[in-house]
């Protein structure tokens, strides 16, 4: 199988890319980087063994996804500072003529309130549809430890959607 094969994924990988960093130029960039690495690490890719091209296939994207994964913990981990994207608080109406953005809005707001860990295990499975075992694979994480994350994830989103105000971390100086 050849690098061209990875060219068929880049539609999901930019979805799950925006979803994760919550801008469409950082998420441009992680797939960018994403595919960089996967060039440069095809040799180290096995497809499976007597698998069907859509057992390949599969196989594929989430090589690609544990890849953008790494990418983008250790890109959140050596920057000095967690970059969010601020929306602006919509204003309420008594007419809304776009419930569905104002709701999309709303739900990217919330999703940047997660952390990313539980932003992850949320798109993983709520969006890419990845079984916990699957996640659990990319994320090189317990399932159990995949199960709680959602979990915990999915109940704070529903929270934030609710209206709930994101809870603020107070961080304290520690000679």
Request: charge should be neutral; glycine fraction near 4%.
């Amino acid at each position: 199988m050849k690098v061209d094969a990875a060219l068929v994924h880049i539609p999901r990988l930019r979805r799950y890319a925006r979803a994760l960093a919550g801008d469409a130029a950082l998420a441009d960039d992680l797939v960018q980087d994403t595919l960089e690495r996967a060039c440069q690490k095809w040799d180290l890719w096995q497809p499976p063994a007597t698998a069907s091209v859509e057992q390949v296939q599969k196989a594929l994207l989430s090589w690609l996804l544990t890849l953008m994964h790494n990418l983008y913990a250790n890109q959140w981990q050596q920057s000095s500072r967690h970059r969010t994207v601020a929306l602006d608080e919509a204003q309420d109406t008594p007419h809304d003529p776009m419930p569905r953005l104002t709701l999309q809005l709303d739900l990217e707001r919330a999703l940047s309130h997660l952390t990313p860990q539980a932003r992850e295990v949320l798109l993983l499975i709520g969006m890419e549809q990845f079984s916990y075992g699957e996640a659990a694979q990319m994320l090189g994480v317990p399932v159990g430890t995949v199960m709680s994350r959602l979990s915990r994830a999915r109940e704070q989103l529903r929270r934030l959607m609710e209206g709930e105000r994101p809870a603020t971390t107070v961080l304290r100086a520690v000679k």
